[in-house]
């Protein structure tokens, strides 16, 4: 049976096997296009899996540390040569399990390989530097050591490419892993975790534990001998894990919410303004935390952009993200769905226009958790769809009466993840990069695009201050060690 159609039922990994959940509990996960298309059946674990895979993790750490790194970064490789065989096949389970159109998909399961290259590849750089002492025999240098056991916690909406940016960064670095992946997308989490499996990596060393947040989640959060955290969600439940790890004094990681702008100077080229706006904002039906969600445009262009936007987003056709024609998928999920479908209501509640979408709002033809692109007009900042993250396929517009209002009205946000700006105009650009209060921030280039070798994480509400990716990864998954030697 291919793997378009094969329904499977998926264990946790604890120790080096598969091990059914001891509750002996499962859920089904659907095809959220086809609500009546069974995908697979996953584990609701409780305390006791999560237990079994700290002591794995725990039992595991001083022989993986010992290794060196150039030894680690071969696993990484195996791994990464192993998902190259099987992109086609991880990429079809995402898009069944989460919407994501198969090429988006596919796309994410290349990105993660890039990423495991690039850690494996950090198993050879320096950790440290000499430093001169003030004793002229002694050596005095810096190294890293590692946290110990990382739990992760990933989120459904990049079911591969956030959880190996997160595990390819602690496994290099000599810590162990007790992962726990999104519920929802836990079938794909499987297809990666099998890949780490087939490469040999040492048992216990890397465990996965699939279950809901509230258990799972709160039990990784809070476990003695689970030294660092890293997390990536919803604000909610992102400052319950890092007060609860604050609390006990380990250290924490959170990427959150985010409502990002996108500026659309008075110079800008609309057409390409346009074409960065709708990918940004609308592609993986706007299911990114870095996605565009506020359109911020200096009245000279408003109108002129405002009916060009309308004219392409009514092009885009929703569907079946298996469908090689379809631009942009379901959401996720049922609660995903009910949220968008909530916001969209509020906005016209709050006096917003919707000047696409009303149609296809009312279009019940179709089957699964579809909501075609909407745009609303007449949106003032205050709003709550200006200011609350929707994390769905909905844009909007917002005219600002000059650039320097459009910098103000961008930074009116508790977010402050990634935002963007359309200018020709160079002292603009320096202006928006200077003055924009985010972790992100790009220069005729849409909101959405995290280079894997460059940092990556928020300001304000948005993160906890630190840095994901790129080398800046060290900085959370080792703690420095100096040494003084005198002989």
């Not at 998909?105 to 440290?128: C, D, H, N």
């Not at 990666?192 to 509230?214: K, Q, T, Y």
């Not at 250290?251 to 990918?279: H, R």
Request: with cysteine.
């Amino acid at each position: 049976m291919s793997i378009e159609t094969k329904v499977l039922t998926v264990q946790n990994y604890i120790n080096g096997a598969w091990l059914a959940p001891k509750s002996d509990n499962y859920v089904v996960n659907k095809n959220p296009a086809r609500l009546n298309e069974e995908v697979g059946s996953v584990p609701l674990s409780n305390e006791e899996d999560i237990e079994a895979a700290v002591v794995a993790a725990s039992e595991a750490r001083k022989k993986w540390r010992s290794m060196t790194g150039a030894e680690r970064g071969n696993v990484l490789f195996k791994v990464a040569s192993i998902m190259e065989e099987r992109v086609e096949a991880i990429g079809t389970m995402m898009t069944r399990e989460m919407g994501k159109t198969l090429g988006e998909a596919k796309g994410e399961v290349t990105r993660g390989i890039a990423i495991l290259k690039y850690f494996a590849g950090e198993g050879m750089r320096p950790v440290g530097d000499v430093i001169p002492a003030t004793d002229p025999s002694a050596l005095m240098y810096t190294t890293r050591a590692p946290l110990g056991v990382v739990g992760v916690i990933s989120p459904w909406n990049f079911p591969v490419a956030i959880p190996i940016w997160k595990i390819a960064p602690a496994l290099i670095y000599g810590n162990t892993v007790v992962w726990k992946p999104a519920r929802e997308t836990s079938v794909t989490a499987s297809l990666v975790m099998s890949c780490f499996h087939e490469a040999g990596i040492p048992a216990g060393v890397l465990n996965m534990v699939i279950g809901e947040g509230r258990i799972i989640g709160q039990t990784i959060a809070e476990h003695k001998d689970i030294h660092g955290i890293t997390f990536t969600g919803s604000n909610t439940v992102g400052k319950q894990v890092g007060q609860t790890a604050a609390a006990r004094g380990a250290k924490y990681q959170l990427e959150m919410g985010g409502k990002n702008p996108i500026i659309i100077a008075a110079d800008a080229d609309l057409e390409l303004a346009v074409e960065a706006t709708i990918s940004g904002g609308l592609r993986s039906t706007g299911q990114k935390c870095t996605a565009t969600s506020r359109v911020i445009v200096v009245k000279d262009i408003y109108e002129k952009f405002r009916e060009l936007l309308i004219e392409k987003v009514k092009q885009l056709k929703v569907g079946d993200g298996l469908d090689g024609t379809t631009w942009l998928g379901p959401c996720a999920n049922q609660k995903q769905y009910e949220t968008v479908k909530h916001y969209i209501q509020k906005g016209l509640d709050e006096g917003a226009k919707m000047v696409v979408g009303q149609e296809q709002q009312d279009d019940k033809s179709m089957e699964g958790y579809f909501i075609a692109p909407v745009v609303f007009d007449n949106v003032s900042s205050h709003m709550a769809i200006a200011q609350e993250e929707i994390f769905g396929p909905v844009l909007t517009l917002i005219k600002a009466d000059s650039f320097e209002d459009a910098i103000a009205l961008a930074n009116d946000t508790q977010y402050g993840l990634s935002a963007s700006i359309y200018t020709k105009n160079i002292g603009n650009a320096l202006t928006f990069i200077n003055e924009t209060e985010a972790g992100l921030v790009r220069v005729n280039a849409e909101t959405a695009g995290v280079e894997l070798q460059a940092p990556f994480g928020g300001m304000k509400n948005s993160s906890s201050h630190s840095r994901e990716q790129g080398q800046a990864a060290i900085e959370f998954y080792t703690s420095i060690k100096t040494v003084f030697i005198k002989p």
